[in-house]
C-alpha cells in the first residue's frame, strides 16, 4: 500500500500549534482504541472542519474507524448543508444526518417555540436521539474551553450517565495525559480534542493547514434584518419579517454558525483568511456574543450541557 | 509591553481602553504555552487572582466584561470593581457558594508569552481536582492570606505539586493591603514557605506580596505602597519561569494502536514519550523483547526522517513483528525497567481512600492491567513526617508497593513523566481513585537475602505451575521471602 502524503512543500506548523496538533491526534487514537463505538459529532462548523482534519491526521494512512453524526436541525444555513455534502463525498465519510422526527412532526421552529424550547428539542433531544440509536459509547466534540465559562471545567474524556447527563461536581480527576475510558453498559463519554485550543488557534492552523470553510464565515454583502440585536441573515424563505423590520444589504460574515435564525452575523470586510485572523486580533467581544442560545440567562450553556447539549 | 512595569497602583477603572490588547494575542508563538496552576487554601481568593490576572493582561473581551458586570450586581465591592472570581467559577453552584470545586483551564498571552492556567480548587474535598491541574504544570503558584499564612491546605498542594515534579514555586501573599503592606509578615511567611519548599526539594521560590482585588504586583507593581518589595510582579515571574523538561530517558511509543489499513501497511502508533527516532534506529518491543528496526515514520503530511518527544506518529518496522495496545516500543540500548513489583507514591483520590490487598486497575500510556496495591506509608501533613500506615485515606499521600499479574514497563517519574506516571482505576466504580507516580522497580528478594543460608531453600519449578504458585495465598503472604530467578526478566516466554 502507499502512503499518500498531503503536505510537500507546506512550512512546517509553529511549535505552539504543533502542541496543539499532537495533543488532539493522541486523543483521537486513544479513544477510537478504548471504546467499542465511537462516533464523531460534525457540525459544519469552524471547529468541526479543524477536528476532521486531525482525526484524518490521527488515522491516516487508513480510514476514519469511526462514522459521523450531524444533527440537522432543518434551520442551518444551506451553505453549510451543500459544504457538508461536499466534504463528504471528498474523503469518503461515513455520515449520518438525524433529525429529531418528533420534532418534525409537532414543527417545531426557532419562531413558534423560542430559542430555548427549539434547541431542547431540535438540538439536545435530537443529538440523544442519534446516539442511543448508533448505541454509541464515544462522541468526539469540537468544544473548546475558551468558549464559556462551564466549558472551561470540562475534562477532555467528560463522562456521561445513560441519561447523557452531565455532572460537574462530580467528574473524574484526569491526571497527565492519561485518560480513564472505563464505562458501563449505557454509560459514555464525549471527547474533546480541541480542548485547549483558542479561537485564534482554530483560525490559525486553518490557515497553516489550507482547511477548507463554508463561505459564510468570510464577509460578502449578503441580505440581513435586524432583530433582537443581531443581524440576522434574510435569504430564507422561511423567515417571517416582523413589522417594521426591513431587510438591508451589508457586507457581513459569520464568526461562528448555528442555526440561521439564531445566529447573528457581524459587520466585516473580512473576505480573506489573513483578514479573518487580523480582524479576531484586534476585536473586542467574544464569539459567543452572536449566539443566542448562550444569551437566555447566566449558566444557561451548562444547564443545557447537564441536559445532554453538547 | 511597557505598560506592565509602570508604576500605576490604582485599581484599574472599568474603561474599554483595558479590554483586549490586540498585540497580547500574538504573543506567543514561538513556544508552547507556559501551562501553571493557582492553588492554596479556600478564600485566599485564587479565582479573584486569576481574573485579576485576565483584566490586566486585556483577556476579557466586551461582552463577557459586561456579563461580569451584571452578575456582580449586589456583590460589588468597595472599591467598584466587578467580582473577577465570576470569570473563573463558571458553574451555578460555584456561584452559588461562592467556592471552586472543579478545575477551569484559561488561556492568556502577554506579548512574551502565551499561558494555560489551571485555577484549581482550595477545598480539601475536592483536593482530586487540585492534582488534575498540577499533574501537567510547569509552574506553581500558592497563594496564601498575608493575615493567616500557611495552612495545613498550602502544605497539601506544594507537596502536591512537588511529587508531581513541578520544580518552580510562586509564594503569592496576597490581601496583602488588609495587613497594611506589612512587610515584616510578608518575610516571616515566605521564610517559613522557603523551608517547607526545600524540604521538598523545590530550588526556587519567588515570594511576592499581592493584592489581587486592587491589582496590586499581579500585572502592575504596587511600589507606592510597597516601596520595600523590589523582585517581580506575578507576570514578570511568570514570564521568565522554564518550562519543565523532566525526562531523560532514550526513545518511548507507548503503542495506542496498531494501524492495519491494507496488504502491505502495517504501523504502530503513538506519540512520542520521550527521547527521538529515526529510521534506521533499531528499537525493541516490550514486553516481548524483540528487537527490530525503524524502516519509517509515517505521518499524514510526510514521510518524516525523525521524529521527536511530543510527536504523535506512525512507526513502521522493518520486519514482521508481534505489536498490540500496551505494548512499549523503546530504544534498544536504554531499555525501561520491566517488572512485576515496583515502587511508587501515591495520591488518593476517591472517598474510599486505598485499600490494601485491593486489585485495581492500573492505566499507564496506553497500558492497561491489574495490580494489587500495598501502602507502607503515610504523609503526615501537619509534621512533615512520613508515617507507617497500611491504609490510604481520602487525599492521603503515600508510598505503597505494587504487585503485578502481568509485566508492567516503567521508567521512574523522576527520569520520565510520562513513562512514570500512572492512574488507579476502581474496578468495581470505574472511578479514577489515584495518582501514581513510579520510585523504581522492587525487588522480592529483600528479604530473602537477609536469610542465612541454612532456612533458603531452591525449588525449580516449570513457569506455569510458578505462575499458579505465585498467585496462592501463602505465595502472597510470603512474597518477601520467595526469589523469583528467571521468569521475571523472561516474561515473553
New interface residues.
Given amino acids: 500500500m502507499n502512503v499518500i502524503e498531503h503536505g510537500r512543500g507546506k512550512p512546517p506548523l509553529d511549535p505552539h500549534l504543533k502542541a496543539l496538533e499532537n495533543e488532539a491526534i493522541h486523543i483521537f487514537r486513544e479513544v477510537a482504541a478504548e471504546f467499542e463505538r465511537p462516533v464523531m459529532l460534525y457540525s459544519i462548523g469552524k471547529d468541526s472542519s479543524v477536528l476532521l482534519h486531525l482525526a484524518l491526521k490521527a488515522f491516516h494512512p487508513g480510514k476514519l474507524p469511526f462514522p459521523l453524526v450531524h444533527i440537522d436541525t432543518g434551520w442551518k444555513f444551506p451553505e453549510m448543508i451543500a459544504f457538508r455534502d461536499q466534504v463528504v463525498a471528498r474523503h469518503g465519510l461515513d455520515l449520518i444526518a438525524h433529525t429529531n422526527p418528533d420534532g418534525l412532526r409537532d414543527n417545531v421552529t426557532p419562531f413558534s417555540h423560542g430559542s430555548a424550547r427549539y434547541t431542547d428539542i431540535m438540538k439536545t433531544q435530537a443529538l440523544k436521539q442519534s446516539l442511543d440509536m448508533g448505541r454509541y459509547d464515544a462522541a468526539f466534540g469540537g468544544a473548546r474551553r475558551d468558549e464559556e465559562a462551564s466549558r472551561a471545567k470540562e475534562r477532555i474524556y467528560s463522562f456521561r450517565t445513560p441519561d447523557h447527563a452531565w455532572d460537574p461536581r462530580n467528574q473524574r480527576p484526569e491526571l497527565w495525559s492519561i485518560y480513564n475510558g472505563m464505562i458501563r453498559s449505557g454509560e459514555s463519554v464525549r471527547a474533546f480534542p480541541l480542548s485547549n485550543w483558542t479561537e485564534v488557534d482554530i483560525w490559525r492552523y486553518i490557515q497553516a493547514e489550507n482547511i477548507d470553510l463554508v463561505p459564510l464565515y468570510f464577509a460578502k454583502r449578503r441580505k440581513v434584518v435586524e432583530r433582537d440585536g443581531m443581524l440576522i441573515l434574510a435569504e430564507d424563505k422561511r423567515l417571517e419579517l416582523l413589522p417594521g423590520e426591513q431587510v438591508r444589504e451589508e457586507m457581513v460574515r459569520f464568526r461562528t454558525l448555528g442555526c440561521f435564525p439564531l445566529t447573528g452575523a457581524v459587520r466585516s470586510e473580512a473576505t480573506t483568511l489573513d483578514e479573518v485572523i487580523e480582524e479576531l486580533e484586534i476585536a473586542t467581544v467574544s464569539e459567543r456574543q452572536g449566539r443566542a442560545i448562550d444569551r437566555d440567562q447566566s449558566g444557561s450553556m451548562e444547564k443545557k450541557k447537564r441536559e445532554g447539549y453538547f | 509591553m511597557t505598560a506592565l512595569t509602570s508604576a500605576a497602583t490604582q485599581p484599574l477603572p472599568l474603561d ?1 481602553a483595558h ?2 490588547d ?1 498585540q497580547a ?2 504573543a ?6 507556559l501551562r501553571f496552576i493557582t492553588c492554596g487554601s479556600v478564600d485566599d481568593g485564587k479565582s479573584t487572582l486569576i481574573g485579576r490576572l485576565l483584566w490586566d493582561t486585556k483577556a476579557v ?4 466584561a459586561a ?1 461580569l458586570r ?2 456582580s450586581t449586589g456583590k460589588q465591592n468597595e472599591l467598584g470593581l466587578p467580582d473577577f472570581a465570576l ?7 460555584e ?1 452559588e457558594q461562592g467556592i471552586t ?7 492568556f498571552a502577554t506579548d512574551r508569552r ?1 499561558f ?1 492556567v489551571a485555577d484549581t480548587p482550595g477545598h480539601v474535598q475536592y483536593t ?2 487540585m ?2 491541574g498540577a ?2 504544570a510547569d509552574l506553581a503558584v500558592l497563594l496564601v492570606d498575608a493575615r493567616a499564612g500557611i495552612l495545613e491546605q498550602t502544605r497539601r498542594h506544594a507537596t502536591i505539586a512537588a511529587m508531581m515534579g513541578i520544580r518552580q514555586f510562586v509564594l503569592a501573599v496576597n490581601k496583602i493591603d488588609l495587613s497594611e503592606y506589612d512587610e515584616a509578615g510578608f518575610q516571616a511567611i515566605a521564610r517559613s514557605f522557603r523551608e517547607i519548599a526545600l524540604s521538598l526539594g523545590v530550588r526556587q521560590v519567588t515570594a511576592i506580596p499581592v493584592s489581587a482585588l486592587k491589582g496590586e504586583n499581579i500585572v502592575l507593581r504596587g511600589d507606592d505602597v510597597m516601596p520595600w518589595y523590589t523582585g517581580p510582579t506575578l507576570v514578570e515571574a511568570l514570564e521568565k519561569a522554564t518550562q519543565r523538561t523532566g525526562q531523560t530517558t532514550g526513545f518511548r511509543l507507548p503503542v ?2 496498531v ?7 502495517r ?1 504502530y ?3 512520542v514519550a520521550g527521547g527521538s527516532i529515526k529510521p534506521g534506529d533499531s528499537v525493541v518491543v516490550l514486553p516481548s523483547g524483540v528487537e527490530a528496526n525503524v524502516k ?1 515514520i ?6 518524516r526522517n525523525a521524529a521527536v518527544h ?3 506518529i ?1 512507526l513502521v518496522l522493518d520486519r514482521p513483528v508481534d505489536v498490540a ?1 500496551g505494548d512499549m516500543i523503546a530504544a534498544i540500548d536504554q531499555r525501561p525497567q520491566t517488572g512485576r513489583a515496583f515502587n511508587a507514591r501515591l495520591v488518593a ?1 476517591s472517598l474510599d481512600g486505598i485499600v490494601p490487598g485491593k486489585r485495581y ?1 492500573l ?4 497500558r492497561r492491567q491489574r495490580v494489587m496495591v500495598r501502602p507502607t506509608s503515610a504523609l503526615d501533613l501537619t509534621t512533615g513526617n512520613w508515617d507507617d500506615a497500611p491504609f490510604l485515606a481520602m487525599n492521603g499521600i503515600g508510598v505503597v508497593e505494587l504487585d503485578f499479574e502481568d509485566t508492567a514497563i516503567f521508567d521512574n517519574y523522576e527520569t520520565n ?2 513513562t512514570g ?3 488507579l ?1 476502581d474496578p468495581d466504580t ?3 481513585v489515584a ?1 501514581g507516580m513510579i520510585d523504581g522497580k522492587r525487588s522480592k528478594a529483600g528479604r530473602f537475602d537477609a536469610l542465612p543460608d541454612a532456612d533458603r531453600a531452591t525449588v525449580t519449578l516449570p513457569a506455569r505451575l510458578l505462575e499458579a504458585f505465585l498467585k496462592t495465598e501463602f505465595a502472597r503472604a510470603h512474597a518477601g521471602e520467595i526469589r523469583v530467578t528467571a521468569p521475571e526478566e523472561n516474561d515473553g516466554e
Avoid at chain 2, 473581551?61 to 463577557?64: R, W
Avoid at chain 2, 470569570?87 to 453552584?93: F, H
Avoid at chain 2, 494501524?259 to 501497511?265: A, D
Fill in positions: 474599554d479590554i483586549t490586540p494575542a500574538k506567543g508563538r514561538q513556544a508552547r504555552p473581551k466586551e461582552d463577557q456579563a451584571r452578575d470569570l473563573l467559577d463558571g458553574l451555578q453552584a456561584r470545586i472543579d478545575v477551569a483551564y484559561r488561556y502565551s494555560i482530586r481536582n492534582a488534575t499533574s501537567t495506542q494502536r494501524s492495519r489499513p491494507g496488504e502491505g501497511f504501523g502508533q503513538g506519540t519509517a509515517v505521518t499524514y503530511d510526510l514521510v511530543g510527536d504523535a506512525t495496545r483520590l486497575w492505566k499507564a500510556g496506553s513523566r510520562e506516571a500512572f492512574i482505576i470505574f472511578n479514577t495518582g
